[in-house]
Structures are given as structure tokens and as C-alpha cells.
């Protein structure tokens, strides 16, 4: 098996805290772990997703990979680049490769540049089709679903998924290898979300695309990723193939967030558990297991003792689990995958993100 295109390893990424000019003269600091030794690997040509609650540490463990925010600690691997090691003239080079597409495309667009301009910036910043580069911008807007014509109008002309699309389009620019897509969707309508998804899969399988997606919406997650992986307070708390994950899920945070998905039948939603409390707090997480103060399975060693990530004994290969008691829940508890789902979405396959 050849090695992973992306190799992240105890990853991490903290904050230091103050309130003011005072808490600075006192050197009255408080650390954020906001990702706290994150490990994970992408396959070439695969999709992982990166899924857990809002500051559950997933985005700002994307811009630590990619150097955007510069990671206390830990390493990152892009084939056989550690990318911890290069100058910022061969980060600039290695960044051809690694490309992202974010949230709000409203705010990541410069309004004041038109979408050939935005477009174009990557280029230049990279010194690519120097000459072809108006040839260049047409090509994209085509293969992202727009119309070239419009290639001399403003962001705030377009509405929130077409906005989207020219982000994609500036993304791939510079033909990247691995794409970092945070929350893509999330800002978009149900009926938006299925057509930027299935730009996704179909550049995807044109340029050969590897991607890392994070999502909160696991409706999405399941029908984009072949691995997912949940994040919970700065920690990956479960890794495993898409269908292992929503069928046979081993770790109670994955549970709640299976059980969280709105359900149509009345009976189902009233035998699922809704997951209770609030996210503890990354400037004072709890000792042990991060997840015991909302588990209705914790114990004192759960309290005591932080869990490692490891292979869930009798899983299939690849299924991983942060538990002390991974493998002792009732089997199942998860959402069957469909036998017949198709590569493409549809409206009605996300109308179960909408609330």
C-alpha cells in the first residue's frame, strides 16, 4: 500500500489568553487548546471528513495544517514533505498543492476585485499561464458552472452559491492535489448544498482530487466521505470508514451526534437520546476522558484516565475509538447506509440538515 498523500501527527494548536493591558503587565495568561494532538492520514483520491460540534477545534485544525496559523506543536507530512521544515519561499511553492475553500465565500472574496481578478491572483502570486491567463479564468468559470461572460462582475453580484463556485474556481487555479474544504455548504440552501456537492465529486473525479471536508451536518458528511472522522474538544475521538461509522459507531459523542440528526417518525425520535450540557470549556478541559462530564457511560476511570485512540476490537480494519469501553455497548445503535444510494445528491437527501 503506498503511503498517504497527508500524514498529520499529535498536531496541536493553542492560544495564549488575556484580557487587557493589565493581565499583560501581570503576565496573567490562559492557554486555549483549541487543538490539543490530532492525528490523522489521507489517502490519495480519498475524501475525509473532519465532523463535530461548532468549537470542537475542526477549522482551526485545517489552517494548523496548512500553515495558515502556525501549529504549536506537532508535525504534518504532504507526501514526503514536512512541512514544518520548509522556508516561507518553499511553504509559498509546496502551497500550488494545498489549496482551500472556506466557509463564507462572501467574506473570502475580496468585493472589490472583480471574479477575473480574483481568479487570477493565485496565478500571479505563482507565476502560472503567464499570457493564457484570461483563457484560463473562462475555462474555470466553465467548470464550475458559470458563465464566462460574467467574468467582469463583483462578488456581491452573485448569489451565495455562486459565490461558492468562483471560490472553487479560484481554489483550483493552480491545479491543487489536495483540496481543504471547511464547511462549504453550510451557509447555502438544502437545494444549493446537493449542487455544490456534486460540483465537489465531479472536479473530484476530473483532477483527481484528495479532500479533507468538514462539516457539523452529518446528513452531508455521509453521502461526501469514505472516512470520517469526529473531533471533540480539540481531540479526534473516532476514525472510521463512512459506512462503519454510521452503522456501528464506538464512541458515545459519535452516538449523540448520530442521535442528533432530526427524525422524521416520532416513534425513532423519542427512542434517541439527545446529547446534553455544553462543551467544556478549552481553557479548562476535563482531566481524563474530555468527553465523561456529558457521558451517560463515563465511570471513575473515565475521569481518571485519558483514553488513547485505538483499534476497536472485532471492528473491521481502520474502525478507531478514543473509549476505555469501546466494544461494550449494545452492537449497532447507528443509521444504515442505504444499499443503492447513488454518487450524485439529490434536494431531498439534505432536507434532514434543514431544522
Do not use: W
Request: charged fraction near 25%.
Amino acid at each position: 500500500m503506498s503511503d498517504p498523500l497527508l500524514r498529520v501527527s499529535d498536531l496541536k494548536k493553542h492560544f495564549v489568553q488575556n484580557d487587557g493591558i493589565l493581565d499583560r503587565l501581570l503576565q496573567n495568561t490562559e492557554t486555549v487548546r483549541a487543538v490539543d494532538g490530532v492525528s490523522f492520514d489521507i489517502e490519495e483520491g480519498e475524501t475525509l471528513g473532519l465532523v463535530g460540534e461548532s468549537g470542537s477545534g475542526k477549522s482551526t485544525t485545517a489552517r494548523a495544517l496548512l500553515r495558515l496559523d502556525e501549529p504549536t506543536a506537532g508535525a504534518v507530512r504532504y507526501g514526503d514533505t514536512e512541512l514544518g521544515s520548509l522556508s516561507s519561499g518553499q511553504l509559498k511553492e509546496m502551497r500550488k498543492q494545498m489549496q482551500m475553500v472556506f466557509q463564507d465565500p462572501a467574506s473570502s472574496l475580496n468585493r472589490r476585485k472583480t471574479v477575473s481578478q480574483l481568479i487570477k491572483q493565485p496565478m500571479r502570486i505563482h507565476d502560472l499561464y503567464e499570457g493564457q491567463r484570461d483563457e484560463r479564468v473562462n475555462e474555470l468559470l466553465s467548470t464550475v458552472g458559470l458563465s464566462p461572460k460574467h467574468s467582469n462582475r463583483y462578488p456581491h453580484e452573485f448569489s451565495g452559491g455562486q459565490r461558492q463556485r468562483i471560490g472553487i474556481a479560484r481554489a483550483l487555479a493552480v491545479e491543487p492535489d489536495l483540496l481543504v474544504c471547511d464547511e462549504p455548504v453550510s451557509a447555502l440552501d438544502v437545494s444549493i448544498q446537493a449542487q455544490i456537492l456534486n460540483l465537489l465529486q465531479d472536479l473530484q473525479d476530473e483532477f483527481d482530487l484528495t479532500i479533507l471536508f468538514i462539516a457539523h451536518d452529518l446528513s452531508v458528511i455521509r453521502h461526501v466521505c469514505d472516512r470520517v472522522a469526529v473531533m471533540y474538544l480539540g481531540e479526534i475521538v473516532e476514525i472510521a470508514p463512512t459506512e462503519d461509522l454510521f452503522t456501528d459507531p464506538q464512541h458515545p459523542y459519535t452516538r449523540s451526534l448520530l442521535d442528533s440528526i432530526p427524525e422524521v417518525d416520532p416513534d425513532l425520535a423519542r427512542s434517541r437520546e439527545a446529547l446534553e450540557g455544553q462543551v467544556p470549556s478549552p481553557l479548562d478541559p476535563p482531566s481524563g476522558c474530555s468527553f465523561h462530564t456529558r457521558c451517560q457511560e463515563a465511570t471513575e476511570k473515565c475521569a481518571r484516565n485519558d483514553p488513547s485512540l485505538e483499534s476497536v476490537v472485532g471492528a473491521n480494519d481502520g474502525h478507531l475509538a478514543a473509549c476505555h469501553y469501546a466494544r461494550e455497548f449494545e452492537p449497532g445503535g447507528g443509521i444504515p447506509i442505504e444499499e443503492d444510494r447513488t454518487d450524485r445528491y439529490a434536494v431531498e437527501d439534505f432536507k434532514i440538515s434543514k431544522p
